[in-house]
Structures are given as C-alpha cells and as structure tokens.
C-alpha cells in the first residue's frame, strides 16, 4: 500500500481519533464511532472511507451492522521504513516499560472481547496461500516455525520452533477448513493448553482480489483485553503476514 495514502489518511485528527477509539475496542460499527465526534455520520463515514482506502482499517459485516477493525499491516510498513532503522532499540525498550508500569502483571481483565484483524494483498494465489500456512517446511522458511497438522476439522495442531530441540510454543484444534478459502484454529500457548480462558481463535480467509492478486484476512479474537498473547499478537502478526508476502512474491521472507 502506498505510504503516501496511509500519511495523509494520519494526518487528519478526526481520523486519528477513530483509529485510537478502534484500538481501544475493534470492531466497532458506525453508530458507536459516531459518538466520539461532533460532525455527522456522512462526514465519519467519508472518514472511514479514507482510513479503508489507506488499508488502515478494513470492515466485516456481522447481521444487519458493518463493523470496523483497525489493519496493522500497513502502519507496520511505515514503522519499518521510517522509524526501526532509526531508533528500534531504545524506543522498543521505553515503549515496553511504559506498558508494564501501566498494566502490571495480575490486572489483566478476564473477559476475552479484543480481537485483531488484519488485511494483506498478495500477489499470488489463493492455493499458494493456504499451502504456505499449512505446510510446515514453507512456514519454516516464513515464520521460522513450523505449523503441523492433519488439518482436518477436530484434528490438534502445533505451532513448533524450527530449530533442534523443536519446542512446541502455540497449539491448539482445527476447527474449520475449507481449502484454499477458509480455515479456522484456536490458539493458546503450550503452557495454557486445555484451559478453555486462556484460548483464542484464529480465521484465515482467503479471496480473489483480482487476476492476480490475492487478499488475506486474519482474524484473531476472543482474546482479553490487555493480556501478554494480545500484546504478542499485535506486535506479531504484521510482522509474520509482511514476512509471508516477501516470501510468496520473491521467494524470500523477512529475519524474524
């Protein structure tokens, strides 16, 4: 996505107050973004219209509501190309501090509302796609772990560190596949295995964006607000579906 749509969708205050009320609670419809600002719902609308044109949000439709979810995918890009290489070290280091000192450890919040989505596009097709998530040597070669499976509806899955001692991190049970369009996991670390509080899910859809291009969409939910996965996951995903991209497009993905 160009860089120049996602500045100026940032450079509106409007527009950045409906991105920090989407991250404070994804998944918000139009009435509930309405009341964070005095204009009228054509002007949020016309809004969200730029924030979804820069790739900053995408939406999904749940009955009859149109929800909105914050897409990290293309800040990440910007991160990368503008500030990591300037400063990644000490701004990850105050950035980390700050968030403990705010949510020490033992306030997490016990329910599990937050959830993430994000939209990426490709350049590949939709059976490369659910290959390279579902095949543990081309994961490997992405990811730096391997993702195994039967990947059958009620089969276990495992999300394994690609090295010698192989140490399982993430596992969890397929829940829905539909191959190459669809495909539905819950997640929860090793340590938490089997408590049913600490798992999440993950969905994978896959469409035709155009000839030749392909749009994913991961959605990770039922997570608590405020947890260490979520905090994973925020940081990771970009970084994983970025990596993905790379590889699928050049054959090569990024050092994770």
């Excluded at 191959?179 to 670390?189: H, K």
């Amino acid at each position: 996505m160009d860089d120049d749509k996602v500045f100026k969708a940032l450079g509106d205050p409007s527009r950045r107050t409906l991105l920090d009320r989407l991250y404070r609670r994804n998944g918000q419809s139009l009435g509930e973004l309405c009341e964070a600002l005095d204009m009228s719902r054509q002007s949020v609308t016309q809004h969200l219209g730029l924030l979804e044109d820069a790739n900053l949000i995408s939406t999904v439709r749940r009955g009859r509501e149109k929800l909105h979810f914050i897409n990290p995918v293309p800040l990440h890009g910007v991160y990368e190309r503008w500030v990591r290489k300037f400063e990644q070290g000490r701004l990850t280091l105050l950035h980390d501090l700050k968030h403990e000192l705010e949510h020490p450890e033992g306030t997490e919040m016990a329910d599990r509302s937050a959830s993430f989505i994000y939209v990426t596009y490709i350049r590949t097709t939709p059976e490369k796609v659910y290959e390279a998530i579902t095949t543990p040597e081309i994961a490997r070669r992405y990811w730096g772990h391997e993702n195994v499976s039967d990947w059958v509806p009620g089969a276990k899955w495992k999300h394994i560190r690609a090295n010698d001692e192989r140490p399982v991190e993430i596992v969890g049970t397929v829940v829905e596949t539909e191959p190459p369009r669809r495909l539905v996991m819950t997640w929860s670390a090793a340590s938490r295995a089997g408590d049913p509080e600490q798992e999440s899910r993950v969905t994978f859809e896959i469409e035709d964006a155009d000839a030749e291009m392909v749009r994913l969409t991961v959605t990770h939910d039922r997570l608590q607000p405020g947890s260490s996965m979520e905090k994973g996951i925020g940081r990771g995903w970009p970084l994983v579906l970025s990596s993905m991209k790379s590889f699928l497009e050049t054959g090569r993905g990024m050092d994770l």
